[in-house]
């Protein structure tokens, strides 16, 4: 069975601090992984990577994959109160009928106070 | 832009009672999925399908069931409702050949 955990659970920080969020996870065939964020309602696409690109970088935010440690790192330097939110790891199933079926970790609450 | 809508964002049932919960897509994408998201559990896959008629259970499929008569449409079907359901319900829809699912704004259904 697939498994992704995702660390720390929760985190507050003021703003302008760097913050990095944790994703490690345990897949029978891996092909991606991918973080979303999600605010008030519905989680919004940010970030996949694959064994041919394992980092990516939009702004403020980067992200970081590594194969060896099973584990990938998302990055935020000089958050803002609108980073606030829920980051959720995930990564897909790759095989038979279920192929492309996403695990997903419990996610980290992050919480930026001005 | 992919576009996926759900019937309520509230909705307010009573134990026992029978609820639909409705998610439409606005292009041909066969994978459809259903999540509940609860605090500290993350998302949590129900049901998925991946063609008209076709559907598999996912991680936490019991006391639910799901429809699929068109493409566009998936259904997830609450056949005697209980507090233990009351969570977010969040549609999503796989494009094409990318692992990348995108979400509706979810449901937030509360059990009486």
């Excluded at chain 1, 064994?51 to 939009?58: A, V, Y």
Aim: charged share 25%; proline share 3%; aromatic share 10%.
């Amino acid at each position: 069975e697939d498994k992704v955990v995702q660390s720390p659970l929760s985190l507050v920080v003021h703003e302008g601090d760097t913050v990095t969020l944790n994703c490690s996870y345990e897949v029978t065939n891996f092909r991606s992984l991918l973080w979303y964020k999600q605010e008030k309602k519905a989680p919004t696409f940010l970030f996949m990577l694959t064994s041919s690109g394992i980092e990516k970088k939009s702004g403020r935010l980067s992200s970081i994959l590594d194969k060896k440690e099973l584990s990938s790192i998302l990055n935020i330097t000089a958050t803002q109160t609108g980073d606030s939110a829920i980051y959720l790891c995930a990564v897909p199933y790759a095989g038979g009928t279920s192929y492309g079926k996403l695990t997903f970790g419990q996610g980290t609450i992050l919480t930026v106070h001005p | 832009d992919v576009k996926v809508t759900q019937s309520s964002r509230y909705l307010v049932k009573r134990t026992g009672e029978k609820v639909f919960l409705e998610c439409v897509q606005d292009m041909d994408h066969e994978n459809m999925f259903w999540y509940r998201q609860d605090p500290g559990l993350g998302l949590r896959l129900i049901y998925f399908s991946y063609d008209v008629k076709m559907k598999e259970k996912g991680d936490i499929p019991e006391g639910y069931s799901v429809s699929r008569e068109k493409k566009e449409r998936f259904s997830l079907i609450l056949e005697s409702a209980s507090t233990n359901q009351t969570s977010m319900y969040l549609c999503a829809i796989r494009t094409g050949g990318s692992d990348t699912q995108y979400f509706g704004p979810g449901t937030r259904l509360t059990v009486l």
